[in-house]
T-cell receptor, first 115, second 115 residues
């Protein structure tokens, strides 16, 4: 069975600080996809990134970066120079390639960026 | 704006009422989903429709009844709900009818309160 753990329930940082959101996953499948979604106060989840299990290259997109490490089954998300608009709940999710298994979400991390 | 619209945004109902949630996607996608988001729990997949046919029903109580009349519209009919059904109900869509590894586009959700 698949599982995603986001151990940090809530994080508060001051604007311009860097912050890392942790995500640890469990699966026995060798082919899988990892996702991050952002849920702002308006409610809709917004897709941020998808990585497949064969691509361990870290990715950077503006102030966002992702560190995928298969050795520790982690897919951590770092926001550099955080801004108030980054305040949201962030979800990590996992899907496996085999069968028709639905996306499994973690419980989310609520990030508050204080001006 | 994700291209997925949900109505109403908020709904309060008694346990004996019957109501419906509506979702419409303007993206030309082939798969649509209902998720339930309760406080301090991971997102729970309720139903998946692929090319207008139900392909997933995650042991959801019969008091929740989905309907997908075409690929752009999805409904969730509610009757004789319980207070523990109070939650944010999110609709999502994806391009691929097999959808499990696809990026999902979410609506803003309907915040449901059952009294």
């Amino acid at each position: 069975a698949q599982k995603v753990t986001q151990a940090q329930t809530e994080i508060s940082v001051v604007e311009k600080e860097d912050v890392t959101l942790d995500c640890v996953y469990e699966t026995r499948d060798t082919t899988y996809y990892l996702f991050w979604y952002k849920q702002p106060p308006s409610g809709e989840l917004v897709f941020l990134i998808r990585r497949n299990s064969f691509d361990e290259q870290n990715e950077i997109s503006g102030r966002y970066s992702w560190n995928f490490q298969k050795s520790t089954s982690s897919f951590n998300f770092t926001i550099t120079a955080s801004q108030v608009v980054d305040s949201a709940v962030y979800f990590c999710a996992l899907s496996v390639f085999s069968g028709n298994t639905p996306l499994v979400f973690g419980k989310g991390t609520r990030l508050s960026v204080i001006a | 704006e994700t291209g997925v619209t949900q109505t109403p945004r908020h709904l309060v109902m008694g346990m004996t009422n019957k109501k419906s949630l509506k979702c419409e996607q303007h993206l030309g996608h082939n798969a649509m989903y209902w998720y339930k988001q309760s406080a301090k729990k991971p997102l729970e997949l309720m139903f998946v429709y692929s090319l207008e046919e139900r392909v997933e029903n995650n042991s959801v109580p019969s008091r929740f009844s989905p309907e997908c009349p075409n690929s752009s519209h999805l409904f969730l009919h509610l009757h004789t709900l319980q207070p523990e059904d109070s939650a944010l109900y999110l609709c999502a869509s994806s391009q691929d009818p097999q959808g499990t590894n696809e990026k999902l586009f979410f609506g803003s959700g309907t915040q449901l309160s059952v009294l």
